[in-house]
């Protein structure tokens, strides 16, 4: 009896030492977490590394609340390096997390940090809505998400609204060394720069950057901001000295998105104190960091993360409703033991029944939320290979003039021409860049419905042709450009008719021979009709790729793939296109000459 009372205790001491070391095991996960989360702004690799210590810590003694603060941690240190892919990969996981364990407070944090990287990628309703989720959700009131939402307002023209959120986030602290504070007096000085208050911008700048409490991070955004102020003061000197320094602390922090504004202005004061090398050293790194095949793969990534956390909540869905289940189950359980059998066989039937039309809804739910995102997947893959298909030839003629203009020995009359020229081209370029984008993201979130309206298909066309100027100049291929003086109008869905001519436009120039012709030509011998004819001299168009062409129905989803043949790459898509705005296409193969492209579609009449 002796021994088992010896043995009895020895076990509950060792439970206890045992629970003990658990604790501790959890209160060490949580310092190296709180750690990160203190020094992340002044210090991302020594935050990597806190995180690090902890996830190890993690592995052995699972904590799904630490887990999730883990994720939101590393979530904010890829956000001011700028990758946002990763950020709003480890903002998802941690939601799930904190939805699972009913954490309302850090979903809120989750949602402001998803908003944060819709933000960052020019975004910003989407950003509002999450901010907005975020404002809904919180339990205690948090500063941070007005006032990021009045920074989207900001970038979204709406300097009311930007400043009525920043002002309302101002009123809702009132110590001087608070970082939200810091950050909405940096906002309120941008704001003030923007309408031309000068003096007032200086004066918030500097108040912040003379803070004791002021993170690198955040004396990073004040030099910008200071240096646009001495520029517009045309403080020249000092605007690049504050601009340089800025610089510096970006790259030292690996600040990207910083970085990369910080290199455009400098490149514009360089530029206007004739310091040629140092604008285009800076023009250069500035167009590394915003190149736009970068920003095309990010935008993939994102969307796949999107449909990632769908997935999600489509399981966290299957969960909660297997749960209900086995709740159902357990309850039926308990009145077969109290015996009343007959009143069990009712509510059974009657909640057998219930349970079956929940779940048929439920499934039906699902089926219909998978299907919608394969088509947003199939779609995705097909409009980013346009995309990049559309801007190969107008960046890599950019990238040679460049090379070019610096490596040789022109005149400073002749460098600034070339500059002149390459500014165009960019303006010319980010402009098709952005109407595929968001035309490419309307059909990604299923906006499917286009508008038709009246469309001078000749001024179409001419200001499609200003993106492929450079590339046919290298390549010394002729435009020619035959307009007609009749009225062109045709009703058209313009989203649609630009990705037309640009895929025409880049199969014709990439097998036009060199110093060969692209002939536009118009033909309105039918008086309810107007045909466009490109024309371009160079190889000519196997008969069964026409013929695989021909044979599309607008009603049939159009399979692109990479592996595809270089001139079906677009045209497939074209074809649909064209049947869906009303109208034909038409393709001649010209024996020894080249390809002629014809499209026809129906004159509006007034």
Known sequence: MK?????????????????KGISQIQDSSSFYLNEAKKIYKNDLYKSASLIQKAETFLERFPNDSLKGLACKVRGSISYIRGDYAESLKYNQQALYIFQKTDDKQNQALAYNGLGLVQQALGRHQQAVDYFNQARDVQIKENPAFSLNAGMSYFYLGDYKKARELYLETK????????HIYLNTLNRLAE??????????????????????????????????????VYAKQNKIDLAIGTAEQAKRESSALQATWDLKRNTKLLAKLYQKTKNLPKALENLTLHSQLSDSLYNKEQAQIVGLLELDLKEKENQLLQEKNKASQNQIKSRNS?????????????????????????????????????????EIDENKNVLFSIVSHDIRSPIAAMTQLMDDTVLSSLSYNEKEEAFKEIRLQ?????????????WANSQINGQIKSTFEPLDIQKEMTDVLSVYKIPAKYKEVHLIHNCIEQKSIVKIQVAQLHVILHNILTNALKYTNKKGRIIINYDTSDKDKITLSILNEGEEMHQDLIDSI???NHLEP???????????????????????????????????????????FSLEIN
Not at 171 to 178: A, K, W, Y
Not at 202 to 226: A, C, D, M
Not at 577 to 591: C, D, F, K
């Open 3 to 19: 021994n088992y009372s010896v043995r009895l205790t020895l076990f509950f001491f060792a439970l206890f030492i045992s629970a």
């Open 334 to 374: 308990l009145l077969i033991i109290g015996g009343l059998f007959l009143l069990l066989t009712l509510f059974f039937m009657f909640k057998y029944r219930k349970i079956g039309k929940q779940r048929a809804r439920l499934i039906t739910e699902l089926n219909r939320k998978n299907k919608h995102l394969k």
């Open 558 to 600: 159009v399979n692109v793939k990479p592996s595809a043949n270089s001139f079906g790459l677009g045209l497939k898509l074209v074809k649909k296109y064209v049947l869906e705005n009303n109208g034909s296409l038409e393709i001649i193969p010209h024996s020894f000459t080249g390809t002629e492209i014809k499209l026809t």
């Open 191 to 228: 704001l003030d720069y923007v309408e031309g208050k000068l003096n007032l911008a200086e004066t918030k700048y500097l108040q912040v950057l003379n803070n004791p409490s002021v993170t690198n991070y955040e004396r990073i955004f004040v030099l910008h901001g200071l240096a646009e």
């Open 426 to 438: 960019l303006t010319q370029t980010s402009r098709m860049l952005n109407n595929l984008l968001v």
């Open 550 to 552: 021909q044979n599309i």
């Open 171 to 178: 009123s809702n602290l009132t110590n001087p060394n608070n």
